[in-house]
């Protein structure tokens, strides 16, 4: 009887005493706010398209950031995006759902525009120019390419249209190598499996 | 490290790490240089140098004298663009150029009339030591000058005259590593006069006393030539004896002639990275650009020909030829016999880092050192299949950068381009060394061109992406303010037992 | 003097506790994927390990064996550890979010990490003092540290390689940990205990 | 689509097949030393590892679906270095084993030529070591010193001995093998003999060291024949000086170092260099280019490490021998040590 006593109260004691220590430690090592979503944030494309299904890219971060979202949802981010936040998230890959298409720029038909200024309030980067009756003018190099000014325009002026090839932009593809194809999927699979 | 660079500077009898010694296929080395005949039609692109693109000057149908500007240059690292015979402007259109893409740009075409007018950029300053180093730094902003040695940095910018890093030597670059590329090396024989003068001018602009003439031992008649030049102006200017001029004889060794490295095995010092030799006081120009300098200051000749090996082992009649800028290149192989091209791979530049084009219809651009036709089955790539890396470390002995170049073109392959970045990638200077030893024939330069790529593309949407993200928040906030304006104004309008209507129509 | 040198070389290489002794599996192949997050845990285990042979003799020495509590060893010797890891794992949290992040669920199982409990029974088995103790905590958890990080570097080589399909992932990784363990060999008899 | 392709447009001219058959010219001394001191068998060990690695190689690639690589040399390589490991009097089955470990296990398993992370050769030679100790560690005497019985160059006796065993031609162990240098060195030492009179004892000669007429195992008794090749190799370029030197200059200075301190208990200098599998895996398994570091100051670093781990394993471990050991342990470490020792690219402090 005498012994159990003592186990209990000697488990009982270093249990307590565990116990105020990590409470303290609680205190002494608090971690504000949550830094990851910034993180999140960093890598996104910030094209602010909305294909992710939040309003936004800081939106999506924080719901990644916060485990209610899956990495994958990024469409204009495409593959590589989602590796760096699976990384930086320590989860697995997950396949990017739509792929990304070539990279497009909205154009405004000026003649068939009437200025109705729908679009330029849809704009979530303010890359669409001009005044109320007057024609609006998309500016190129801040377009991101998200399509939301597509659905509210009422007179259909506006293109989506592929980004033309220059050659200041070209860069060196992959070798054409057997072994280079493969070393890149390979490094997909890696990542997926 | 100390250690190391200890031994560095004991082996350093060669000048400087790594490199390998090639066939040379120095063909043309005794043909002298030639005149190649105007075209009827001159292309001229309207960039040719590294820096921002030029804008068009001339529209279609104004007629143009040789050496009049017909590009004019945007931006502080830009050279201007001139036409390179009296014409008429026919087409300025898309047209393929001298680059690895096959893509082309804005190009001016000027149909020769013939007579070859010209018109000077500047007065002929025949007593150019009078002048003041400004005044000629001018005139080779104007004259359009480029390095002539493949890369096409706009001279003018090297020649700037800096009060913190004072320059103490001038390299004349007659090195002229590549294989099978002789142009230097008979300009040096057959200019050596012309070549003492560019460099006491190139002295005088940026206010060194110590000239070096650099030039590999392959090539003794260069040397020779030289030296004789040298001792024939000693004695020629008693009064100039504190400034020393010499010629060095370099041993054979590819890349002795890229610049950081031929700074290395003349100096010991090496060009910190990410700065440019005048950093440590060192300005190195090539022998093409310094007859160009020369015949800028002098005879006030904007830059509108250059002098190019065309050769290879496909061309009857290899040469080496002045040619105009501007002149396809499909006319400058007619004048070397050759007129078909079926298996035939056209380089431009060396073999070492010249470019494979589709086909010759490219002008003749600044930066074109030589034009090779080359049996398509002799090539590298014809026959390479990229064999597993074996480590064998070979990339790194020869690397004159030091770097680990299997390691940098793994990352590069799986996608790993942070990794890369971090094994220095942009430190390479692609000579090519590495991929010609290679025992598994990885094409290690092809992946690091294709990681620098990348990684411009990542840092450029990465800014983008920033730049959004401002303009985003800013569209936020100024919504949320409007918002919370027009709650306000809501608020106060129920307030206001009775509001008045124009202020309701204001909200 | 001679020893702690014995101790030390034996628990570091003789008698690995990854190589030779199979201890702390879990964490050897869970957390070598990467040898930034190899060494991060490396250092994790290494504050762990020793404290807790040192805190595990305290206990038993002035609790467990006055009160004749030896049989309630192991339940005591688990409280501490998860007491010390929870401790460490605030820590981390608070000094470096990217080791914390690396680290995952691999933290909290150092918890569950055989190696930390073996230590402290080990250290009960052979009699050790104090300091004895306290070295071989250390000495234990170096051998692990440095298994763990030599064997992240291989596994990060590894990564892109063309492995067959079948033994992808874990299969090639245990054969490569088999193959260190062989070389670990040539350290037997290297220490006379 | 335009295929875009990079220079250089010319190439040195150097393959992976000129690089194996480099050093297989270089093992071609060893190799017929071998064949000179253990007569047909060393041919029979030397033909059984060099075709069942050939054979494992076609076959695990052929199951693979990958294409065949037999013309680059390196599975023969890989054979005949193993082949030069083992002793003599290994039956034939352990033969075919250690092949078949070192190219599936050691090799192909990691995706072939290029990704072994451990010499093949040596992992499957310590695996044949640990599996089968007694038999790894017979070393058959060579043929000048052997009882006249049993005749070496004569090739029925081998094959029998090599297929049946000593059993076979009615003979024990113990007439004709003998200790290796190192291995009476060491049980003499437990003994608390001295390093000299154990030497002493066994008739020791430096000469015989050197020419290779000695016990041991097929292709390391010979310094001559391994220096000749090593001289070779360096020559061609086929490897860089580090690693050898670093490696054996390491023992030799350890070795000095204690010798004077203590004659009685550790070995001389010299007598540590010519004995056992030094030179061997200092030439020929040390620089096996896949599995050692890129650059200059790995191979300084991994040189030392060999060095040290194998003076280290002799000394006071287990095995009398820890040349391979030190190599194997070194390959664990080649990660790390291409992370770590990079040479100061150009323009940086």
């Known amino acids: 009887m005498e012994s159990i006593i003592y186990a209990v109260l000697a488990l009982g004691g270093l249990a307590l005493l565990a116990g105020i220590t990590l409470a303290i430690a609680t205190r002494v090592f608090h971690v504000e706010g949550n830094p990851i979503a910034d993180q999140v944030d960093a890598l996104l494309p910030q094209t602010q398209c909305g294909q992710c299904g939040y309003p936004g890219c800081r939106p999506y971060a924080d719901a990644v950031a916060g485990d209610e979202a899956e990495v994958n949802h990024c469409v204009p981010g495409g593959e590589r995006t989602m590796l760096a936040i699976a990384e930086l998230m320590g989860v697995e890959p997950k396949e990017v759902e739509e792929e990304a298409t070539q990279p497009m720029v909205a154009f405004v038909r000026e003649d068939e525009c009437i200025g109705c200024t729908l679009c330029i309030k849809a704009c979530p980067v303010d890359a669409i120019i001009g005044a109320p009756k007057h024609y609006h003018t998309v500016i190129a190099d801040h377009c991101t390419g998200c399509n939301l000014c597509l659905e509210p325009c009422p007179v259909d002026c506006i293109d989506m249209l592929i980004k033309p090839e220059l050659l200041e932009h070209w860069s060196w593809p992959l070798p054409n190598t057997q072994r280079a194809q493969q070393g890149r999927e390979r490094r997909s699979q890696h990542e997926a499996a | 490290m100390k250690l190391l660079d200890v031994w560095h500077k004991l082996r350093g009898a060669s000048g400087f790490d790594g490199g390998v010694v090639l066939d040379m296929h120095k063909q043309t080395a005794a043909s002298p240089i030639v005149d190649c005949p105007l075209p009827s039609v001159l292309i001229h692109p309207l960039k040719q140098h590294i820096g921002a693109s030029c804008k068009s000057l001339v529209h279609v149908g104004d007629t143009v004298l040789r050496g009049q500007k017909i590009g004019k240059s945007q931006g502080y690292i830009s050279a201007p663009v001139h036409a390179g015979t009296s014409g008429r402007v026919v087409r300025i259109e898309e047209h393929t150029v001298p680059h690895p893409s096959g893509l082309g740009m804005p190009c001016i075409f000027i149909e020769a009339d013939g007579e070859d007018r010209a018109v000077a950029v500047g007065p002929k300053l025949h007593h150019w030591s009078m002048e003041e180093p400004a005044v000629l730094r001018e005139r080779v902003r104007l004259a359009g000058i480029t390095g002539l040695g493949g890369a096409g940095f706009p001279t003018y910018v090297k020649l700037l005259k800096d009060q913190r890093s004072p320059i103490h030597t001038v390299i004349i670059n007659g090195i002229e590593c590549e294989p099978w590329l002789t142009h230097d090396h008979r300009m040096l024989c057959e200019q050596s006069d012309t070549m003492v003068q560019g460099l006491m001018l190139l002295l005088h602009m940026v206010g060194a006393k110590r000239g070096v003439i650099a030039i590999e031992d392959n090539k003794p008649d260069a040397i020779a030539a030289m030296q004789e030049a040298i001792e024939a102006w000693y004695a020629a200017s008693e009064h100039q004896k504190a400034l020393k001029l010499s010629v060095q004889a370099l041993p054979t060794r590819y890349p002795q002639g890229s610049e950081k490295q031929l700074i290395q095995a003349i100096t010991g010092h090496e060009v910190p990275a990410g700065k440019l030799p005048m950093h440590i006081g060192v300005l190195c120009q090539n022998v093409g650009s310094t007859y160009a300098i020369y015949q800028a200051v002098t005879h006030g000749h904007a830059l509108t020909e250059r002098v190019i090996t065309v050769s290879g082992d496909a061309l009857p009649k290899p040469a080496n030829m002045r040619v105009r800028l501007g002149t396809p290149m499909r006319f400058v192989f007619a004048q070397c016999g050759l007129e078909v091209f079926d298996d035939i791979q056209i380089i431009h530049g060396g073999p070492m880092m010249g470019e494979r084009l589709k086909n010759a219809e490219a002008p003749v651009v600044k930066a074109t050192t030589g034009l090779l036709a080359m049996q398509r089955d002799v090539l590298l790539a014809e026959h390479q299949v990229e064999e597993p890396c074996i480590r064998c470390g070979h990339c790194s002995d020869v690397c004159p950068v030091r770097l680990v170049p299997n390691l940098m073109a793994d990352f590069s392959r799986q996608g790993d381009f942070e990794k890369a970045e971090e094994y220095q990638l942009f430190d390479c200077i692609e000579c090519g060394c590495c991929s010609n030893v290679c025992p598994s024939h990885i094409p290690l330069v092809h992946y690091f061109r294709y990681g620098k790529g990348q990684l411009a593309q990542i840092r450029k949407e990465k800014s983008f992406a920033e730049a959004s993200r401002q303009r985003s928040e800013q569209r936020a906030g100024r919504m949320e303010q409007e918002k919370s304006e027009k709650a306000a104004r809501r608020s106060r309008v129920r307030a206001q037992a009775k509001p008045a209507v124009t202020e309701d129509k204001d909200a | 003097m001679t020893e702690f040198a014995t101790i030390l070389l034996s628990a570091v290489l003789v008698n690995n506790y990854v190589l030779s002794k199979f201890l702390g599996i879990c964490p050897f192949l869970g957390v070598s994927g990467r040898t930034e997050t190899a060494i991060g845990m490396s250092f994790a285990v290494m504050f762990v390990m020793t404290l807790a042979s040192t805190a595990s003799w305290l206990v038993q020495q002035f609790v467990l064996i006055p009160l004749g509590l030896e049989y309630l060893q192991t339940i005591f010797f688990i409280l501490i550890i998860a007491a010390l890891v929870q401790f460490v794992e605030m820590v981390i949290h608070k000094s470096s979010p990217v080791l914390y992040q690396g680290l995952g669920i691999y933290l909290p199982l150092i918890t569950t990490n055989c190696a930390v409990l073996g230590v402290a029974l080990l250290n009960v088995q052979q009699d050790y003092n104090f300091f004895s103790s306290a070295l071989y905590g250390f000495g234990a958890a170096l051998g692990f540290s440095l298994v763990l990080i030599l064997f992240s570097g291989l596994r990060e080589r590894m990564a892109h390689a063309p492995v067959p399909t079948a033994f992808k992932g874990s299969p090639i990784t245990l054969i490569t940990a088999g193959m260190m363990s062989l070389a670990f060999l040539g350290f037997s008899g290297l220490v006379k205990i | ?349």
């Not at chain 4, 550790?266 to 200092?282: D, E, M, R, S």
Request: with cysteine.
């Open chain 4, 1 to 349: 689509m335009m295929i875009h392709i990079s220079p250089p447009h010319q190439h040195g001219g150097d393959s992976i097949r000129a690089t194996m058959l480099s050093v297989m010219i270089a093992l071609l001394p060893a190799t017929l030393c071998a064949v000179w001191l253990f007569g047909w068998l060393a041919v029979w060990q030397i033909m059984t590892c060099m075709g069942v690695c050939m054979l494992g190689e076609w076959v695990a690639l052929r199951m693979m679906a990958r294409p065949s690589r037999l013309s680059d040399g390196s599975a023969a390589l890989t054979g005949l270095l193993l082949a030069l490991t083992l002793p003599a009097l290994v039956p034939w089955w352990m033969t075919v084993c250690g092949s078949l470990f070192a190219i599936i296990l050691g090799k192909q398993l990691y995706g072939g030529l290029g990704y072994n992370p451990f010499n093949p050769a040596l992992s499957a030679r310590v695996i044949l070591l640990i599996s089968f100790p007694l038999a790894m560690t017979s070393w058959l005497l060579p043929a000048a010193t052997m009882p006249a019985a049993v005749d070496l160059y004569d090739v029925t006796t081998t094959l029998t001995l090599f297929f049946g065993g000593v059993e076979s031609l009615g003979l024990t162990l113990d007439g004709m093998t003998a200790a290796t240098p190192l291995g009476y060195i060491k049980t003499d030492a437990m003994q608390g003999i001295a390093v000299a009179a154990s030497l002493q004892a066994h008739d020791y000669s430096y000469f015989n060291a050197f020419v290779g007429n000695e016990g041991g195992s097929l292709g390391e008794t010979s310094a001559l024949a391994l220096l000749i090749g090593g001289i070779l190799m360096l020559a061609r370029g086929t490897i860089r000086w580090h690693i050898p030197v670093t490696y054996i200059a390491t023992v030799a200075v350890l070795a000095a170092i204690f010798h004077a301190v203590d004659a009685d208990r550790f070995a001389p200098p010299l007598f540590h260099v010519l004995a056992g599998g030094l030179l061997l895996c200092a030439f020929f398994m040390a620089t096996d280019p896949v599995s050692s570091p890129m650059t200059v100051q790995g191979h300084i670093v991994f040189g030392i490490g060999c060095g040290l781990l194998t003076w280290v394993i002799r000394t006071w471990g287990g095995y009398p021998e820890g040349a391979m050991f030190a190599v194997l342990l070194m390959n664990c470490t080649v990660p790390l040590i291409d992370q770590y020792c990079r040479p100061r690219v150009y323009g940086h402090r």
